[in-house]
């Protein structure tokens, strides 16, 4: 970040613009230009200039260049030539942009926040924590709709009167207009927002303004941990257990490790949020390391919404094909006919997640990963489509005929978003159905024009996957419906359990949140499951005390820290042979000089998606205690390794990773 910083201080005036592609045609006339149907226009003919075209469709009213790079690598030469074709044009706008993300008011509200006796008692043990002159750590835990937001602003009321900085940190999928409209009405000009969305002059203008003391509350995402706020007293993780906030891509580091450290070199108050807490605080927060502090009732005496399970065993015997069950479907046309909003869930984007052949049974792969390839449909046309690898992004024509035995027989299975939309029109016609998925949100200006129509009643149904689950707070919303619900708890991956649980009770938790009772409706093949059950009753506690027991006798975490080493080359021979050299290192050094370090070793062995972009991964878990010691021992494994393949393969180390 600080070198970030210098170049756009050495950049002058051009730290002060950044430059936006604006699409010249109609969604419907880029559309025309990908299917071959324009008149003037031909189809691009480079893979990323096509890309670049399908983005602009759902941009609005532009995307920035930046973000076009990051997501494409360098495609300069790419966007001057779509420019020359009439495809987009590129305009210069104004850096200040930056204060503009939300709508500061002329006034800020500066109303005290109302707290009823529950929220009252919150505050007041995290006020004491706060002005006692050291650092602590707390765990605010509330069930979903309880008012942990109100207890926030009240404690950041606080300590600003006290004149100390405070951080507050958002996972990205929760990082609404809504969420920010709280924050920005109420503190005007004493806030800074911080996220990936921004470019970088933008990102520039809001670090010197945090930097300068002129907004002492910083919010954003898990960079944000990094703002330069002046003293700070308060540092706030919102849904903590997200693992967003955990960064897979070097640097690689969790925020609330950094916030921890930042909380104790400066005597502040490190305060975790959540419903649905991670395993791993909940512990601490029980052993007592930090101040556990709860919230048992929703705010107003709203009542939790009332969860039904449809076991979708009995749908496919009734000869119902559809993804949307029948009880869900009944009370989908009820809520519509009320006047009120659903939401919808599904953690899968496309239309049919593979295409396998009918003959031979085959899976048409990706070329360059060992994943299958979803068909996705064109945007507005569900007659025509495509198979996209959600792994590298490649998009490929639907072929003819099996590419291993060449029988035309080809089959579509499964369903993701884009099938459950078009079964929503079938369903209740006339319907409004606003679909958000990274296919419909490739830009936060898509991402806030769809919620911002949800809101204003411009749509029936809200349907999406995971960023439909949290951060949203929607009154007229009576109905949430789960498709789906138990894919989520066969991964392989420890985890598998705890997420699925925080993921359903989140999505519950958006019923009923204004003056009409909700109801949730959870569709699943194994109704009788422990998660399932535990979710839809909203008991964390009962699921933490199964989960620490399995854990405990497993050895997972938290009772032992996790360390992902990942061997990556274009090349299997090599990648083979290296994690062949470094499971020998490995062992030589836990046997010999790193003795002391007790450590169990996995592998190696391929990872789950051995080949990702062309390149094969190699893998090796480890379970130990990560201290100096075992720290130092993964820092000299790295060094020799590095030392022996030179511009070979890559060894990367990651300390508790999120997936495994």
Same mark, same amino acid.
């Not at 000089?593 to 990702?612: L, T």
């Not at 890559?650 to 508790?656: E, H, T």
């Given at each position: 970040?600080?070198?970030?910083?210098?170049?756009?201080?050495?950049?002058?005036?051009?730290?002060?613009?950044?430059?936006?592609?604006?699409?010249?045609?109609?969604?419907?006339?880029?559309?025309?230009?990908?299917?071959?149907?324009?008149?003037?226009?031909?189809?691009?003919?480079?893979?990323?200039?096509?890309?670049?075209?399908?983005?602009?469709?759902?941009?609005?009213?532009?995307?920035?260049?930046?973000?076009?790079?990051?997501?494409?690598?360098?495609?300069?030469?790419?966007?001057?030539?779509?420019?020359?074709?009439?495809?987009?044009?590129?305009?210069?706008?104004?850096?200040?942009?930056?204060?503009?993300?939300?709508?500061?008011?002329?006034?800020?509200?500066?109303?005290?926040?109302?707290?009823?006796?529950?929220?009252?008692?919150?505050?007041?043990?995290?006020?004491?924590?706060?002005?006692?002159?050291?650092?602590?750590?707390?765990?605010?835990?509330?069930?979903?709709?309880?008012?942990?937001?109100?207890?926030?602003?009240?404690?950041?009321?606080?300590?600003?009167?006290?004149?100390?900085?405070?951080?507050?940190?958002?996972?990205?999928?929760?990082?609404?207009?809504?969420?920010?409209?709280?924050?920005?009405?109420?503190?005007?000009?004493?806030?800074?927002?911080?996220?990936?969305?921004?470019?970088?002059?933008?990102?520039?203008?809001?670090?010197?303004?945090?930097?300068?003391?002129?907004?002492?509350?910083?919010?954003?995402?898990?960079?944000?941990?990094?703002?330069?706020?002046?003293?700070?007293?308060?540092?706030?993780?919102?849904?903590?257990?997200?693992?967003?906030?955990?960064?897979?891509?070097?640097?690689?580091?969790?925020?609330?490790?950094?916030?921890?450290?930042?909380?104790?070199?400066?005597?502040?108050?490190?305060?975790?949020?959540?419903?649905?807490?991670?395993?791993?605080?909940?512990?601490?927060?029980?052993?007592?390391?930090?101040?556990?502090?709860?919230?048992?009732?929703?705010?107003?005496?709203?009542?939790?919404?009332?969860?039904?399970?449809? @076991?979708?065993?009995?749908?496919?015997?009734?000869?119902?094909?559809?993804?949307?069950?029948?009880?869900?479907?009944?009370?989908?046309?009820?809520?519509?006919?009320?006047?009120?909003?659903?939401?919808?869930?599904?953690?899968?984007?496309?239309?049919?997640?593979?295409?396998?052949?009918?003959?031979?049974?085959? $899976?048409?792969?990706?070329?360059?990963?060992?994943?299958?390839?979803?068909?996705?449909?064109?945007?507005?046309?569900?007659? $025509?489509?495509?198979?996209?690898?959600?792994?590298?992004?490649?998009?490929?024509?639907?072929?003819?005929?099996?590419?291993?035995?060449?029988?035309?027989?080809?089959?579509?299975?499964?369903?993701?978003?884009?099938?459950?939309?078009?079964?929503?029109?079938?369903?209740?016609?006339?319907?409004?159905?606003?679909?958000?998925?990274?296919?419909?949100?490739?830009?936060?200006?898509?991402?806030?024009?769809?919620?911002?129509?949800?809101?204003?009643?411009?749509?029936?149904?809200?349907?999406?996957?995971?960023?439909?689950?949290?951060?949203?707070?929607?009154?007229?919303?009576?109905?949430?419906?789960?498709?789906?619900?138990?894919?989520?708890?066969?991964?392989?991956?420890?985890?598998?359990?705890?997420?699925?649980?925080?993921?359903?009770?989140?999505?519950?938790?958006?019923?009923?949140?204004?003056?009409?009772?909700?109801?949730?409706?959870?569709?699943?093949?194994?109704?009788?499951?422990?998660?399932?059950?535990?979710?839809?009753?909203?008991?964390?506690?009962?699921?933490?005390?199964?989960?620490?027991?399995?854990?405990?006798?497993?050895?997972?975490?938290?009772?032992?820290?996790?360390?992902?080493?990942?061997?990556?080359?274009?090349?299997?021979?090599?990648?083979?042979?290296?994690?062949?050299?470094?499971?020998?290192?490995?062992?030589?050094?836990?046997?010999?000089?790193?003795? @002391?370090?007790?450590?169990?070793?996995?592998?190696?062995?391929?990872?789950?998606?051995?080949?990702?972009?062309?390149?094969?991964?190699?893998?090796?878990?480890?379970?130990?205690?990560?201290?100096?010691?075992?720290?130092?021992?993964?820092?000299?494994?790295?060094?020799?390794?590095?030392?022996?393949?030179?511009?070979?393969?890559?060894?990367?180390?990651?300390?508790?990773?999120?997936?495994?």
């Amino acid at each position: 970040m600080p070198l970030l910083i210098r170049e756009l201080e050495t950049a002058g005036g051009d730290a002060r613009g950044e430059m936006y592609c604006e699409p010249v045609l109609s969604p419907d006339g880029l559309r025309a230009v990908l299917d071959k149907r324009h008149p003037d226009i031909k189809r691009p003919a480079s893979a990323i200039q096509v890309a670049i075209t399908e983005s602009l469709i759902g941009c609005g009213d532009g995307i920035r260049e930046t973000e076009l790079e990051e997501k494409f690598g360098k495609c300069r030469a790419q966007i001057l030539s779509l420019e020359k074709k009439g495809v987009l044009r590129r305009v210069m706008r104004d850096a200040e942009r930056a204060r503009s993300e939300t709508v500061l008011p002329e006034k800020p509200n500066a109303e005290p926040v109302r707290l009823n006796d529950e929220q009252s008692a919150a505050f007041e043990k995290l006020a004491e924590l706060s002005g006692d002159g050291r650092a602590h750590g707390a765990l605010l835990y509330g069930v979903t709709g309880s008012g942990k937001t109100a207890v926030m602003l009240a404690l950041i009321d606080l300590m600003l009167s006290r004149g100390r900085g405070v951080i507050l940190l958002l996972p990205e999928i929760a990082l609404t207009p809504q969420s920010l409209a709280i924050f920005c009405s109420r503190y005007g000009e004493r806030v800074a927002v911080l996220h990936s969305g921004l470019s970088r002059s933008e990102r520039y203008a809001a670090w010197e303004r945090i930097r300068t003391g002129a907004a002492p509350l910083a919010v954003g995402t898990r960079s944000a941990i990094f703002a330069p706020v002046k003293d700070p007293g308060l540092i706030v993780i919102d849904e903590e257990q997200e693992h967003t906030y955990k960064s897979d891509m070097s640097p690689r580091y969790h925020a609330r490790d950094i916030a921890r450290y930042r909380s104790a070199a400066n005597s502040a108050l490190m305060l975790l949020c959540s419903a649905t807490p991670s395993v791993e605080s909940f512990k601490k927060a029980c052993d007592g390391t930090y101040t556990l502090v709860r919230l048992t009732h929703r705010y107003g005496g709203a009542a939790l919404p009332a969860v039904t399970v449809a @076991d979708m065993r009995g749908e496919a015997r009734g000869a119902n094909l559809s993804p949307i069950g029948t009880e869900l479907a009944s009370r989908l046309c009820e809520v519509y006919s009320r006047g009120e909003q659903s939401i919808l869930f599904l953690n899968r984007r496309g239309y049919n997640n593979f295409v396998s052949c009918a003959s031979c049974g085959t $899976a048409i792969t990706c070329p360059r990963c060992s994943v299958s390839m979803t068909y996705h449909t064109r945007e507005g046309d569900y007659g $025509a489509g495509e198979l996209v690898c959600h792994w590298c992004g490649r998009h490929m024509p639907l072929p003819e005929k099996c590419p291993n035995c060449g029988s035309e027989h080809l089959v579509r299975m499964g369903y993701g978003t884009q099938r459950v939309e078009q079964e929503l029109g079938l369903l209740i016609p006339g319907v409004r159905v606003i679909r958000m998925d990274t296919d419909t949100t490739s830009t936060r200006e898509a991402y806030d024009r769809l919620l911002g129509k949800f809101r204003a009643h411009e749509g029936d149904i809200l349907l999406g996957t995971q960023m439909v689950t949290k951060g949203h707070d929607f009154p007229d919303v009576t109905l949430v419906g789960v498709l789906l619900a138990d894919m989520s708890l066969y991964l392989d991956d420890y985890r598998a359990g705890e997420r699925t649980f925080a993921m359903l009770t989140q999505v519950i938790g958006r019923a009923g949140r204004g003056q009409k009772p909700g109801e949730a409706i959870i569709q699943t093949n194994n109704p009788e499951h422990d998660i399932i059950k535990l979710a839809c009753r909203q008991d964390y506690d009962t699921f933490y005390a199964r989960e620490i027991r399995l854990r405990r006798a497993l050895t997972f975490p938290p009772f032992c820290d996790i360390v992902l080493l990942t061997v990556t080359s274009p090349d299997e021979r090599a990648a083979v042979m290296s994690g062949k050299l470094l499971s020998d290192k490995l062992r030589e050094l836990t046997g010999g000089e790193f003795g @002391d370090v007790p450590a169990i070793v996995f592998g190696p062995f391929e990872a789950p998606v051995y080949r990702v972009d062309g390149k094969y991964r190699i893998r090796m878990i480890i379970k130990c205690r990560l201290c100096g010691r075992s720290r130092a021992m993964f820092a000299r494994l790295r060094a020799e390794f590095s030392d022996r393949a030179k511009r070979g393969p890559v060894l990367s180390v990651d300390f508790n990773p999120t997936n495994i």
